[in-house]
């Protein structure tokens, strides 16, 4: 168990170095575009909100889609009956993710 949990440690402190390595040691190669005239960020501030709307929905019902079905498959053992309940409370969770594509459409339609 320690040795597996120093090796994820190890992983993880490696990834660090070589991407600050990087970013530090390679900065100079990489120019900023010159300033235009009437130029603004908010198409690219529109696809950066929306991938956020759908992209942190999708992860919160991911999240909670295995708390529900964890609890949900084991409320079905021990009940059988409690299916179509299940069902709905998955149903519930999984429109999280519906509620999120739909708020990166607004986004982008604006």
Do not use: C, H, W
């Not at 990087?22 to 190669?29: A, D, E, P, T, V």
């Not at 009956?81 to 149903?91: E, N, P």
């Amino acid at each position: 168990m320690m040795s597996a949990n120093r090796e994820q440690i190890s992983i993880i402190l490696l990834t660090v170095a070589i991407t600050s390595s990087i970013l530090f040691l390679y900065n100079n190669s990489v120019y900023a575009q010159a300033e235009t005239e009437g130029a603004s960020d908010a198409g690219s501030s529109k696809l950066i909100g929306a991938g956020m709307a759908f992209g942190l929905a999708a992860a919160g019902s991911g999240i909670g889609l295995g708390f529900v079905g964890a609890a949900g498959l084991a409320a079905i053992s021990d009940n059988p009956k409690m299916q179509s309940r299940v069902f709905i409370f998955v149903g519930m969770v999984e429109s999280i993710a519906i509620y999120g594509i739909v708020m990166m459409f607004i986004i982008l339609g604006q």
